[in-house]
């Protein structure tokens, strides 16, 4: 089994990808949605959601490697601390204890309520890719602004409304696996200083800093596969 942003089996790894992918298909189908209000909800009010021990991917492994993106990170934040005995070794990638403010997540929230998901997803993908990246691979750019306009707008108001709540800069002292930390130098939604921030305020953890924007595992294939493969082989 390969993960199209790995370049290595996920199975040898036992790892669980969060992060783009698994956001696009949550937000394409009515069980995706109410998953994703499920996940949403426990991220604001700190609660354990069902399907992590009820009917989850995780409830298949005993112990699995995680790796989150973005939003898919916080998830991995609120997991090192709240499911502990279910991880080995943690991956967060571009992501961060707090990202932006309520007044920038309120506003993208209402012009997609307002306008769709077209309003607002050219000028979400310039922040997730470099310039130069996006001059060298339109056609990426052009797939990834697809999936995002054609993601259902009300599960991704929820997504929104979840990150712009989340603040776990307090716990991160309390998370004790191993731990990288990936950001990226071009990433101005989830900048260095905040993957720093996360690397020295949990203990022991790991940090890698590569030449991309918000969506590293695309814009910087090689070298994000080859950080995470050295760190879950260590």
Known sequence: ???????????????????????????RSSESCAMTREVTASLRSRRAPTRLSSSGRMSLLDRVHFCGLSMGGMIGLWLGVNAADRLNKLVLCNTAARIGTPESWNARIEAVRKNGMKSVAPAVVERWFSPAFRHKAPAAISNTQKVLENANPDGYAACCAAVRDFDF??????????????????????????????????????????????????????????????????
């Open 1 to 27: 089994m390969e993960h199209p942003h790995f370049c290595f089996p996920i199975h040898l790894a036992r790892i669980i990808p969060c992060g783009t992918r698994k956001f696009r298909n949550f937000e």
């Open 169 to 234: 800069r307090v716990p991160l002292s309390r998370i004790r696996m191993p731990t990288l930390v990936i950001a990226g130098a071009l990433d101005p939604a989830t900048p260095p200083a905040d993957g720093r921030f996360l690397a020295h305020h949990i203990p022991g953890a790991r940090y890698a800093e590569l030449n991309a924007a918000h969506l590293s595992n695309i814009e910087d294939q090689g070298p994000f596969n080859s950080e995470v493969a050295a760190f879950l082989n260590s």
